[in-house]
């Protein structure tokens, strides 16, 4: 980054950042934000790059047998998971934006030169960690209660939504996975934008976040609800939505960081 962006940021790590209310107002004032970043700045055509390999390999697997079939939903569920740190360029044009600097896209790709970079890959692996733990424990899931290799895309669907098994896997996956998205909504909602905005240790970063989501149970509940219903939104049909969700999203969470935490 350059250098004026450098004397932007404050060494704050003996400080204890106060954390504010929120109400359902400014969940809406955040995602209206998120998408006038959008709008400055758009980057679906960036984030087509990252998501259609991603389809490429679930469709090369498709192709070539159903074994990967079980896997869908908990990849696309995934992504909820892998946001947080995957939007941490989107994060930089909203700050870079919000202080009236140039927020070109090239900024998005030069945040390894924040002075918290160790700190942002220490959360980045903590993330995978947990995404990849979520993956295995659902493949784990649908072995105990299904069980079975998919022949066929329509006839797995079928039998997930008319046998028991499929009605155990619905219901144990969904729990499973509430409270997958219940950490990490409490680890990152607002640690990503706190790392890159201050220099501070993943660890203030990580109690801050979690500090957040007590101080605001209600609202951070339902913008996980948003965040989790737009992905699925924005993954029907083909992933073409995501291309703009991520974006706004990512913007949006920036101006959550800003809304509540006060440093």
Avoid: C
């Avoid at 990849?75 to 700050?95: D, K, N, T």
């Avoid at 008319?162 to 996975?177: D, K």
């Avoid at 201050?198 to 801050?208: H, L, N």
């Amino acid at each position: 980054m350059s250098d004026e962006q450098s004397i932007d940021y404050a060494d704050s790590s003996s400080a204890r950042p106060t954390i504010r209310k929120i109400e359902m107002s400014d969940l809406k004032e955040v995602l209206v934000a998120g998408f006038r970043d959008f709008d400055a700045k758009p980057t679906h055509f960036v984030l087509l790059f990252i998501i259609y390999p991603i389809v490429g390999v679930i469709l090369i697997n498709l192709s070539a047998g159903y074994e990967i079939l079980p896997l869908i939903f908990p990849i696309i569920a995934g992504f909820a998971l892998i946001g947080p740190f995957a939007a941490i360029g989107l994060y930089e044009i909203s700050r870079r934006r919000e202080q009236g600097l140039d927020f070109s896209i090239k900024y998005a790709f030069q945040v390894h030169r924040s002075p918290s970079i160790r700190a942002i890959i220490t959360l980045s692996i903590v993330m995978m960690v947990i995404y990849f733990a979520w993956l295995g424990i659902a493949l784990v899931i649908f072995n105990l209660t299904f069980g079975v290799t998919p022949t066929s895309f329509w006839g797995f669907a079928v039998e997930v939504l008319t046998t028991q098994a499929g009605w155990a896997l619905i219901i144990v996956g969904s729990g499973v996975g509430f409270i997958f998205a219940v950490v990490v909504l409490a680890v990152s909602v607002v640690s990503f934008p706190m790392l890159l905005d201050q220099d501070v240790s993943a660890a203030v970063a990580i109690s801050t976040s979690v500090r957040a989501v007590a101080a605001n149970p209600v609202a951070m509940g339902v913008w996980g609800i948003i965040v989790a219903g737009a992905l699925l939104l924005g993954s029907i049909p083909f992933f073409f939505g995501l291309a703009v969700v991520m974006p706004v999203l990512g913007h949006a969470t920036w101006h959550l960081y800003r809304k509540t935490v006060q440093i």
